[in-house]
């Protein structure tokens, strides 16, 4: 059971995608995601949504994964789309219900801020489906670097982000574990009343932060005993190596975007 | 003129009061006067709360003694510049293998006191390599630490200390939450290391059978080191044992037994072999 436990999104693969360095993911997200929003025809909207699916088909992602990515902003799209299909008016009239009218104007312009959202979770996907937490983690704290300047600690924030995946695992079996323990005793964790759950909720959550205090407290001791000091300069490992694709990958988005203003579209 | 041992850690008239400790407990250590050379096995034994733990605490630099002082090479405990190196040259490994990993998969994991050292990734790298391929661990490299066993974990847990090229590795009852064949597989590796790597190790445990692996045991008793001398001299001496509430190895306690029954055994058997050569030889002479 606890193997299949998986961390994040990330789905292993070799894709192209899945090869950029994860700085660079990030970068070309940021960039694109602004394109995204400065995009005033359907000509343009249409060929960054078809750019991220061949990307998305490239990546071998399944299919399952994108709507299982839409569905958390399912209700923000369903209320846009009444927002404007109701409230916009402009060309001519295609439906009227007693006073309310859906008007053309209305309908094209619900369609393409939907296209748009779906195009921004999809470009979102690909970044966090194709990066390792660990990966991504430290790719933002690469971003967030200039704000250690003005006294953030975020190469401390990047190393409890790291250490968070590294346990997130291991309390995970040990609630399991106490989980058997209490039902082995008589427990129910699925019957009742959600009040009733949560109450039976207790007996696993108190003993479940009692071991992750202690846990922390002997990590602590080992992380100093292995030289780790707050503040001090580090090096890592793995080192994110800017690779000729990943250059390439940056110049085409930023020729995209150019295109995109030169051409109004 | 034999050459004098190169002492890798000394405590000179070593104390320590945990804080809130009243008057009238008697402090965590007490006045511990001791040199461990250079290349050594010393196991130390001790009731529970005898201070084992914070002594290996106080030899890594992660408590500062209330008394007296700490060398490590040479280099004093208290001297904050410094405690990198001490902590470089003796490595600490844990009881409970799952909270001493610290990241997501096994190479970073060996990795993470050299990238403490602000090594160069190439450096890094290669040592992370050659240390894992030392202790057979190179299968294991991408592994998330959740999915090890507990005696590879405490592997990986050695290799990162390993891979700091250290002096001396002070262990506080590594295999205490191991099966046997994990116990087994860590002992056999702190052996090796030691046999053939001449790096010290000093192991606290409360397994008398592990302390038998040593070449010198230290019997630490309400702060004090009580007794200290060969592990064939030490673990068999039954008598002192038993009133400070330790047991000796099952060999020692059989010959004691047999001893008791009239058998004319030699007092220093400590190893299973010993015991089954008297035993045939016995069966001869009589
Ligand atoms: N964090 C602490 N705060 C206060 N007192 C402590 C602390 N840790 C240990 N002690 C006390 O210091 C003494 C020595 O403890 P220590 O943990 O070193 O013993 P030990 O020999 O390692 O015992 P065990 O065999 O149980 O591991 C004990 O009396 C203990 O109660
Ligand atoms: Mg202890």
């Known amino acids: 059971m606890s193997r299949s436990i998986t961390l994040g999104q990330y789905l292993p693969g070799n894709s192209y995608v899945h090869r950029l360095n994860p700085r660079l993911k990030i970068l070309a997200l940021l960039l694109l995601l602004v394109l995204l929003f400065s995009l005033n025809s359907f000509a343009g909207l249409f060929s960054l949504l078809a750019m991220a699916l061949l990307l998305l088909f490239s990546a071998r992602i399944p299919f399952r994964y994108f709507l299982k990515g839409l569905r958390p902003i399912l209700y923000i799209v369903i209320f846009a789309l009444i927002i404007y299909l109701f409230f916009t008016k402009g060309g001519v009239v295609l439906l009227r219900i007693g006073s309310f009218t859906i008007e053309s104007e209305g309908v094209r312009e619900g369609f393409f801020v939907i296209t748009r959202l779906i195009t921004l979770i999809i470009f979102s996907l690909l970044v966090t489906l194709t990066t390792t937490p660990l990966s991504l983690t430290h790719g933002m704290s690469f971003f967030m670097k200039p704000l250690s300047k003005i006294g953030l600690p975020t190469d401390e924030v990047a190393m409890i982000m790291a250490i968070a995946l590294r346990f997130i695992p291991t309390l995970m079996e040990e609630s399991q574990r106490l989980m058997r323990a209490q039902v082995s005793r008589g427990a129910d964790f699925e019957t009742g009343s959600i009040f009733r759950r949560a109450q039976n909720l207790v007996p696993l959550i108190v003993p479940l932060f009692v071991s992750a205090f202690r846990r922390a407290d002997d990590l602590a001791l080992a992380m100093e005993a292995r030289g780790y000091r707050l503040g001090a300069k580090r090096t890592r490992l793995h080192v994110d190596k800017v690779l000729p694709a990943d250059l390439g990958t940056l110049i085409f988005v930023i020729i995209l975007i150019a295109a995109a203003f030169y051409f109004k579209l | ?286």
């Open chain 2, 1 to 286: 003129m034999v050459k004098k041992p190169e002492i890798i850690i000394e405590a000179k008239a070593l104390e320590f009061n945990y804080p809130g400790d009243s008057l009238n407990r008697s402090s965590a250590i007490n006045g511990i006067d001791m040199t461990v050379n250079r290349g050594e096995y010393l196991a130390i034994i001790g009731p529970n709360g005898s201070g084992k733990t914070t002594l290996l605490k106080l030899f890594n630099a992660l408590l500062a003694p209330s008394g007296g002082e700490v060398l490590v090479e040479g280099i004093s405990t208290v001297d904050h510049e410094k405690v990198p190196l001490i902590r470089r040259s003796c490595g600490m490994i844990f009881q409970n293998p799952d909270n001493q990993l610290v990241a997501t998969t096994v190479e970073e994991d060996i990795a993470f006191g050299l990238e403490n050292l602000a090594l160069p990734s190439a450096e890094i790298r290669q040592r992370v390599t050659e240390v894992a391929q030392r202790l057979h661990l190179d299968k294991l490299l991408l592994h998330p630490p959740h999915l090890l066993s507990g005696g590879e974990k405490q592997r990986v847990a050695i290799a990162g200390i390993l891979a700091m090229q250290p002096r001396c590795i002070l262990m506080d009852e590594p295999t205490a939450m191991l099966d046997p064949s994990g116990r087994r597989e860590v002992l056999d590796t702190v052996k090796a290391l030691n046999r053939e790597e001449g790096i010290a190790i000093i192991h606290v445990t409360h397994f008398p059978e592990e302390a038998a692996h040593a070449d010198r045991v230290l019997v630490l008793n309400q702060g004090e080191v009580v007794e200290d001398g060969p592990a064939e001299i030490i673990l068999t001496d039954l008598e002192m044992l038993h009133s400070y509430n330790l047991q000796g190895t099952a060999v020692v306690e059989l010959a004691a037994l047999l001893r008791q029954d009239g058998f004319n055994l030699p007092t220093r058997i400590l190893h299973n072999r010993e015991l089954v050569n008297s035993l045939c030889q016995y069966e001869r002479k009589s």
